[in-house]
T-cell receptor, first 113, second 113 residues
Framework: GENVEQHPSTLSVQEGDSAVIKCTYS??????FPWYKQELGKGPQLIID?????GEKKDQRIAVTLNKTAKHFSLHITETQPEDSAVYFC????????????FGTGTQLKVEL | DAGITQSPRHKVTETGTPVTLRCHQT?????MYWYRQDPGHGLRLIHY???????DKGEVSDGYSVSRSKTEDFLLTLESATSSQTSVYFC????????????FGDGTRLSIL
């Protein structure tokens, strides 16, 4: 089955700096890659996603890049703000993969003032 | 926010007792999912439903059963709770355009002593 690895597990940045979280996946059939943000006491919230026919997608301060050859995808947050502090999860989904997303283990992002 | 309500939000019970968690949605979405979240494991799929009375197993389904008698309600039952089922449980839903979970509830924290 699919295996998703996520790094780093914790990330601390200064306000205004950029943050990058990286994930690798194992199943070459994976074709959908969402990112979720989870705040304390809340459920994960979908913040951006990318499909395998696209190399990059951007939404204001967040962007996701996908390298299908290397089987890795990354989340980029620019001009970080304190409200970006949360746990971020990547995930991968493959057509015919039993209708399930495989999640990474999460990255705790802390934006310091 | 998507209309997903999980109940109860917190529960403490003893080993061997039955437990039922409820997920209620007001979005009329076809797909519903139950995940558990544990440190170091991210989110793992327990069961999912693709319509009323249509359910299937996820990757960690042992010890759990589900039922969906109405579009809006998806129940997760632990027939005889064990300490290994102590976790945070999340319900998620998807619309008919795809079957990847798009919206999560705020979770149920379940402790089994």
């Amino acid at each position: 089955g699919e295996n998703v690895e996520q790094h780093p597990s914790t990330l601390s940045v200064q306000e205004g700096d950029s943050a990058v979280i990286k994930c690798t996946y194992s199943d070459s059939a994976s074709n959908y890659f969402p990112w979720y943000k989870q705040e304390l006491g809340k459920g994960p919230q979908l913040i951006i996603d990318i499909r395998s026919n696209v190399g990059e997608k951007k939404d204001q301060r967040i962007a996701v890049t996908l390298n299908k050859t290397a089987k890795h995808f990354s989340l980029h947050i620019t001009e970080t703000q304190p409200e970006d502090s949360a746990v971020y999860f990547c995930a991968a989904w493959a057509t015919g993969g039993g209708n399930k997303l495989t999640f990474g283990t999460g990255t705790q992002l802390k934006v310091e003032l | 926010d998507a209309g997903i309500t999980q109940s109860p939000r917190h529960k403490v019970t003893e080993t061997g007792t039955p437990v039922t968690l409820r997920c209620h949605q007001t979005e009329n979405h076809r797909y519903m999912y139950w995940y558990r979240q544990d440190p170091g494991h991210g989110l793992r799929l327990i069961h999912y439903s693709y319509g009323v009375k249509d359910t299937d197993k996820g990757e960690v389904s042992d010890g759990y059963s589900v039922s969906r008698s109405k579009t809006e309600d998806f129940l997760l039952t632990l027939e005889s709770a064990t300490s290994s089922q102590t976790s945070v449980y999340f319900c998620a839903i998807s619309d008919t355009k795809g079957d990847q979970p798009q919206h999560f509830g705020d979770g149920t924290r379940l402790s089994i002593l």
